[in-house]
């Protein structure tokens, strides 16, 4: 099995278990090669609630610069203040398949977001 069927897999088991309402919607992260992008999602009504990544115009002129896990740091912290202006303060934390540990990518989303005040 290759790397991303693999990944897809888990994915789908993941999100058998994981779902957003409007109490504790779902916080997602996708993961490219430069770029890492977050949205927060209402499973229920199907909608996006919030979104953030390193091209958006409120992150992308401070991480130009930045390593990858500091750019996903940045963008953890700017979900997390932007859901706690909308008045989000508890999410589900969706991998979406990626491997999640305290020194990668998307754990350090997670730490960001949880720093700015999120609950997961």
Do not use: H, W
Request: aromatic share 4%.
């Amino acid at each position: 099995m290759k790397k991303e069927e693999q990944r897809l897999r888990r994915k789908v088991r993941i999100r058998g278990r994981v779902s957003g309402t409007a109490e504790r919607p779902r916080l997602t992260v996708f993961r490219s090669a430069k770029n890492i992008y977050v949205q927060v999602i209402d499973d229920a009504l199907g909608t996006t609630l919030a979104a953030v990544g390193t091209l958006s115009p409120s992150v992308r002129d401070s991480v130009k610069e930045d390593r990858k896990l500091d750019a996903a740091r940045k963008v953890g912290e700017a979900i997390g203040k932007l859901c706690l202006e909308k008045g989000i303060t508890k999410v589900v934390f969706d991998r979406n398949g990626y491997v999640y540990q305290a020194n990668n990518r998307v754990g350090v989303l997670a730490d960001g977001a949880r720093k700015a005040g999120l609950s997961f």
